[in-house]
């Protein structure tokens, strides 16, 4: 069974940076698409980054130019390193995985099978 632990959130001020983890266990992660979601206090889930393993990638326009996603298959992990960080990215970052056949773009759109518990970026001066 994949299990999912994201690590990496904090309080960071804006303008500053942090890097997400996102490690898997119990299944190889390279037969899986991964993305990152997040959910602000009051607001939905959204789709923040994906990434498959043909290395198709998408991004939410609002971390454009700022935020990039990779995987590291042999370490059964993915990142999301994130800059120029802005009080409206404060939220709570899940980690997630799915194997369907659809583009990344699309799965960060409809959401993910499989989920981490996430972890909490405050981005605040």
């Known amino acids: 069974q994949l299990q999912l632990v994201e690590s990496g959130g904090g309080l960071v001020q804006p303008g500053g940076s942090l890097r997400l983890s996102c490690a898997g266990s119990?299944?190889?992660?390279?037969?899986?698409?991964m993305g990152w979601f997040r959910q602000a206090p009051g607001k939905g889930r959204e789709g923040v980054s994906c990434?498959?393993?043909?290395?198709?990638?998408y991004y939410v326009e609002s971390v454009q130019g700022r935020f990039t996603v990779s995987r590291d298959d042999a370490k059964n992990t993915m990142y999301l390193q994130m800059d120029e960080l802005k009080p409206e990215d404060t939220a709570v970052y899940y980690c997630?995985?799915?194997?369907?056949?659809?583009?990344?773009?699309?799965?960060?759109?409809?959401?993910?099978?499989?989920w981490g518990k996430g972890t909490l970026v405050t981005v605040s001066s």
């Open positions: 997630a995985a799915d194997q369907s056949r659809v583009t990344a773009a699309t799965m960060c759109i409809l959401g993910m099978d499989y």
């Open positions: 119990g299944v190889t992660l390279n037969n899986y698409h």
């Open positions: 990434i498959k393993n043909d290395g198709d990638t």
